[in-house]
Nanobody, 129 residues
């Protein structure tokens, strides 16, 4: 069983920055990818960014490309999301996700919430205008 613990959300003005962290813990697990998704009120949970654990390759949604940076510390089983130039449209609950079943290796599953089998509790990010 893998647990994900997120931190770093908060309230920031438009144009500001925030950094989210997510640490994975548990017994006898292997990470294949970790990602971030977000969900605004009344909307679907959308892909934000992901990182392949073995290759370090990164993936971004078009809406955050160039503003957000995902990174990982494999030794600590931790993923980070540096969010710069934040916009009010970035306001949402941000969820960390992990793939421990290799599902994200197939097709475009790395962009799909169904490619991940473990989720964090979510952290609120609010960007004021």
């Amino acid at each position: 069983q893998v647990q994900l613990v997120e931190s770093g959300g908060g309230v920031v003005q438009a144009g500001g920055s925030l950094r989210l962290s997510c640490a994975a813990s548990g017994r006898a697990f292997r990470l294949y990818a970790m990602g971030w998704f977000r969900q605004a009120p009344g909307k679907e949970r959308d892909f934000v960014a992901a990182v392949s654990w073995s290759s370090g390759f990164t993936y971004y949604s078009d809406s955050v490309k160039g503003r957000f940076t995902i990174s990982s510390d494999n030794a600590k089983n931790t993923v980070y999301l540096q969010m710069d130039s934040l916009e009010p449209e970035d306001t949402a609950v941000y969820y960390c996700a992990a793939d421990t079943r290799k599902t994200t290796y197939y097709g475009d599953s790395v962009y799909d919430k169904y490619g991940y089998n473990t989720w964090g509790q979510g952290t609120q990010v609010t960007v004021s205008s």
